[in-house]
């Protein structure tokens, strides 16, 4: 036997012409039967494979077609790698053919990774029809506003009609509420055919509790390690490489069957895997591989809170060679700033220096003592190109775990919202937007679940409770229920853009932003080394340059104007590009002239942005 080479083996249902394969890893089972019950019932004995696994090739089985898998007699359950589940997570699975559908992206390769400006949505609540359906009716509206990727909250099945997706029991099976395989392969189609990208969170960390029957499959998971969700799924325990292979066969389904263009990789920070080669890197070498084969890139994006540049280093720099990683700091610095807040994390930031450094570096906690921590915190990020980092100023994570679900829309007036959305769209970094916030919805964005069982609902109340009482217990009272149906309503986008004259004007002016990131020859440098920062009492400026093109950004925080000066280094006059405070989007009325020349002093109103340019 061969102990040198990674054992890759498809898993789940592979339908071809009309046969399909059954191929199942389940290690430590005496006997592993197939049992059809729709539309005809048979039952299938599967044969013993090499390292667990089983496998099995019917004729005269396509898809559509429901099953169950039963090991050791114990009765059926549906397949581990399940590609649809039609009647919920505890109902049969479903063959599904990948090859059914009819591309229409042929012409599709993906766009840099530096070009990514990134909009995060729910499907469940982001139309009031919640499908995928329903967000390519509004793809036209994504377009106007500029956007060159979306990026969807997972679809993997989860239980219920209403999950924000990181429940999710099934990762290869996309949620039948929303549209099932077939609609999100056609959400994809469209949005390749728009000009947009499509990125796609997945969970490799846990998986949900209910519907979950992998145990009774073999190890998927290992008690060597706890988590908030009790034991860790088993990257390196005994047997994991056939968990290994499974989480490597899901990544490369979604690229190769679903045309997704990039995976953001959930909380990486809780998986625990010493292996020596760590899932990570196992996952963007498979990654490059399949980049290579199909001729146009693919990319990782992880979720880290360690500020750790591990994920995102070159594997000959001791890196795992992912694509990018989101930066947390630098949501928590402008937060901070503009909010007040101090709870929580927050009691790290709150001053214009940390946004300044954040502009820098992407991390303000790069190997420094982090006081809410207690100890020595982060990496240097020095050796780190910005388009390597996700920035935003809210996402699902931080409107939807605040108590009340609150967006910025209702935390700061509408003056700062225009100086939140200039400070993320203009920076280095790749911008994220979360979905309503461009044209400043109050609707809030609640956590929400719709388990099947009493029990849990109650549990994940309570455990909501508990987790964020750190953060919002001197204000008191109870957070919404999750199970209630009215708490998903609640968190519905109104979508209503004309509700009120500073809709539309909030939303032009991010178009307005979008258009000048995309056409400004400054921001096609990813460097951080292009960029110099200045701050004075409230005023943050920052000069970015690019070759013979020179960019003055003056970001106002303070609640009183802020005179300041062009650089007398700059060798010719520049041009105002954007003053949020102009009344084309609503403002008190502008202050800065529309050309300036080096050393002419000028003022910045409060609350505001100001771009100058020299072209």
């Known amino acids: 036997m061969d102990h040198t080479m990674s054992i890759r083996k498809p898993v789940g249902v592979e339908h071809i012409s009309n046969k399909c394969n059954f191929s199942l890893w389940a290690p430590l089972a005496q006997e592993v039967w197939l049992e059809l019950v729709e539309p005809d019932h048979a039952r299938f004995r599967l044969n013993r494979a090499d390292h667990g696994y089983w496998s099995l090739s019917l004729d005269n089985v396509g898809p559509g077609t429901r099953y169950f898998y039963n090991i050791d007699e114990s009765g059926p359950r549906p397949d581990p790698a399940s590609r649809s589940q039609p009647s919920g997570v505890h109902g049969p699975s479903e063959v599904v053919g990948m090859d059914q559908y009819r591309w ?7 766009i840099p990774l530096d070009t990514y400006i990134v909009y995060e949505l729910h499907t469940g609540t982001f139309t009031p029809g919640g499908t995928f359906e329903d967000i390519i009716t509004k793809l036209d509206y994504l377009a106007r506003l500029g956007v060159t990727a979306i990026e969807l909250m997972p679809v ?12 999710g029991v099934y990762p290869f099976a996309v949620q039948d509420s929303y549209g099932g395989p077939y609609g999100l392969m056609k959400l994809v189609d469209h949005c390749h055919s728009a000009g947009i990208a499509v990125i796609l969170d997945v969970v490799y960390n846990h998986l949900g509790p209910e519907g979950n029957y992998l145990e009774q499959y073999g190890p998927y998971f290992t008690s060597r390690y706890q988590t908030p969700w009790g034991k860790a799924v088993n990257f390196d325990d005994r047997y994991s490489d056939g968990f290994r292979n499974y989480v490597v066969q899901n990544a490369l389904m979604w690229f190769r069957d679903f045309h997704i263009d990039a995976l953001r990789l959930d909380a990486v920070h809780a998986i625990y895997d010493f292996s020596a080669m760590h899932i990570m890197q196992e996952l963007a070498e498979e990654t490059a591989m399949i980049s290579r084969k199909k001729d146009r890139p693919f990319y990782l994006i992880a979720e880290s809170d360690l500020n750790n540049t591990r994920y995102i280093n070159p594997v ?10 989101w930066s947390d700091d630098f949501h928590h610095a402008l937060h901070a700033l503009v909010t007040g807040e101090k709870n929580g994390y927050y009691a790290d930031f709150g001053h214009v220096a940390d946004l300044a450094k954040a502009f820098s570096s992407a991390f303000v906690y790069d190997g420094i003592y982090s ?9 240097s990020t020095a050796q780190n190109p910005a388009s390597q980092f996700v920035v935003c100023s809210q996402n699902h994570d931080q409107v939807g775990n605040r108590r009340l679900g609150d967006r910025m ?3 700061v007036d ?7 959305a200039g400070t993320v769209i203009t920076s280095p970094f790749l911008p994220l937007i979360f979905m309503g916030e461009e ?13 099947n069982d009493a029990r849990l609902n109650r549990l994940v109340k309570e455990g909501r409770q508990k987790e964020f009482s750190g953060f919002y217990n001197e204000e008191g009272g109870q957070v919404p229920d999750p199970a209630d149906e009215e708490t998903f309503r609640k968190s519905v986008l109104s979508l209503d853009i004309n509700h009120n004259d500073k809709a539309p004007a909030l939303f032009g002016f991010y178009r307005a932003l979008i258009s000048l990131r995309k056409n400004q020859p400054v921001f096609s440098r990813a460097d951080k080394q292009s960029i110099s920062t200045a701050v004075a009492g409230k005023l943050l400026t920052v000069h970015r340059r690019e070759q013979a093109n020179s960019l003055w950004c003056f970001y106002n925080f303070g609640k009183e104007p802020s005179a300041t000066a062009i650089s007398q280094r700059e060798q010719s006059s520049l041009v105002k590009k954007i003053d949020s405070s102009s009344q084309e989007w609503k403002g008190p009325g502008t202050t800065t002239p529309e050309t300036v020349s080096p050393g002419e002093k000028i003022t910045i109103n409060s609350n505001s942005i100001v771009i100058y340019s020299t072209s």
């Not at 229409?104 to 993906?110: G, K, T, Y």
């Not at 993997?156 to 429940?167: A, E, K, L, M, Q």
């Not at 000959?316 to 990683?325: E, V």
């Not at 044209?439 to 388990?451: D, I, K, Q, R």
């Open 414 to 420: 509408f003056e700062t919202l225009k100086l939140v």
């Open 156 to 167: 993997s099945s989860f239980p219920g009609g209403r999950n924000w997706g990181y429940d």
């Open 316 to 325: 000959t720099q001791g890196g795992y060679g992912l694509d990018a990683q």
């Open 104 to 110: 229409n992206d042929e012409d599709w390769n993906n």
């Open 371 to 379: 006081d809410y921590r207690k100890r020595t915190f982060g990496s």
């Open 409 to 411: 829309s209702t935390l």
């Open 439 to 451: 044209y400043g919805e109050t609707n809030p964005f609640l956590y929400f679940v719709s388990h």
